[in-house]
């Protein structure tokens, strides 16, 4: 079956450091998303992309984030500078089109541990 | 904005019990309505939805979930557990017809079934 992949699994990192997530969308899908979790808290939405532009973007998503889509297959999450409250779980997804109905399949995460 | 409220964190059940599980939202439009599943070391994945219709949606392994649009809930349910239910559950919503496909979920429900 069909999954979305994302590396690396577990990023550790200093402050004020860049780092890039990257996903593997499921490979007929069209529109993208990145979600967080911090610990012990909710899974909050990022950011949407579909057609190669940003479609939705929460308030959380500022200057210091951007997405790409570099070539056919990944989907990458930038952190420019990293700060102490970037440390959360990321999380990847897909869906097939343009949908609310349609399901988001979900990446395993990875953990970004700031220091 | 749209909030996800899940009322219980933790629910311990014996195998065979039955599992209802809290879910309400804030929004003041129409809502289409997710449940999500995570199993110990698994992504997310979808385990019902609903959009319109009839207000009792049957989902995968067994579960189903009742939308109460009076309640603004939409109680997971599932008549007798197994210890392979063992995951954590979240609802989510996102606003109907409004052209975002962004996710709000609740803080999510461990589930530890005994056997």
């Known amino acids: 079956e069909p999954e979305v992949t994302q590396t690396p699994s577990h990023q550790v990192t200093q402050m004020g450091q860049e780092v890039i997530l990257r996903c593997v969308p499921i490979s007929n899908h069209l529109y993208f998303y990145w979600y967080r979790q911090i610990l012990g808290q909710k899974v909050e939405f990022l950011v949407s992309?579909?057609?190669?532009?940003?479609?939705?973007k929460s308030e959380i998503f500022d200057d210091q984030f951007s997405v790409e889509r570099p070539d056919g297959s990944n989907f990458t999450l930038k952190i420019r500078s990293t700060k102490l409250e970037d440390s959360a779980m990321y999380f990847c997804?897909?869906?097939?089109?343009?949908?609310?109905?349609?399901?988001?399949?979900f990446g395993p995460g990875t953990r970004l541990t700031v220091l | 904005a749209q909030s996800v409220s899940q009322h219980n964190h933790h629910v311990i059940l014996s195998e065979a019990a039955s599992l209802e599980l809290g879910c309400n939202y804030s929004?003041?439009?129409?809502?289409?309505l997710f449940w999500y599943v995570q199993y110990p070391g698994q992504h997310l994945q979808l385990l019902l939805k609903y959009f319109s219709g009839d207000p009792l949606v049957k989902g995968i392994k067994g579960f189903e979930a009742e939308f109460i649009k009076s309640k603004f809930s939409f109680n997971l349910r599932k008549p007798s557990v197994q210890w392979s239910d063992t995951a954590e559950y979240f609802c989510?919503?996102?606003?109907?017809?409004?052209?975002?496909?962004?996710?709000?979920f609740g803080k999510g429900t461990k589930l530890s079934v005994i056997p």
């Open positions: 992309f579909y057609n190669n532009e940003i479609s939705e």
């Open positions: 989510a919503v996102n606003p109907s017809g409004a052209g975002s496909y962004q996710l709000t």
């Open positions: 997804a897909s869906s097939e089109s343009a949908g609310a109905w349609d399901e988001q399949f």
């Open positions: 929004y003041g439009g129409t809502v289409n």
